[in-house]
Nanobody, 114 residues
Framework: QVQVVESGGGLVQPGGSLRLSCVAS????????MGWYRQAPGKQRERVAR???????NYADSVKGRFTISRDNDKKMVYLQMNSLKPEDTALYYC????????WGQGTQVTVSS
């Protein structure tokens, strides 16, 4: 059974940083497309960043230059380093494990507020 678990969320002041982590238990982690998505209250879920099995990355325009996605295939982990956080980054952040039908974690809350 595949499990996806996020961690690292919290409350941070504008301009601050957080690092989100995600561990996925699936066997095919090394070949899976991994991604981070977020959903703010009253808004649709949006893709924040994704990383291919080969390490190619793609970012939403709103986070380019501030967020960095990375992965460690040996540990079956994917990370999202978030710098220069803004109040509009406040959302529930989800990790996506792109193998088979695709799997989601339960999310980790990020709140950017002074």
């Amino acid at each position: 059974q595949v499990q996806v678990v996020e961690s690292g969320g919290g409350l941070v002041q504008p301009g601050g940083s957080l690092r989100l982590s995600c561990v996925a238990s699936g066997r095919a982690f090394s070949i899976a497309l991994m991604g981070w998505y977020r959903q703010a209250p009253g808004k649709q879920r949006e893709r924040v960043a994704r990383i291919s099995s080969g390490g190619d990355t793609n970012y939403a325009d709103s986070v380019k230059g501030r967020f960095t996605i990375s992965r460690d295939n040996d540990k079956k982990m994917v990370y999202l380093q978030m710098n220069s956080l803004k109040p509009e980054d406040t959302a529930l952040y989800y990790c996506y494990f792109g193998v088979g039908p695709g799997y989601w974690g339960q999310g980790t809350q990020v709140t950017v507020s002074s």
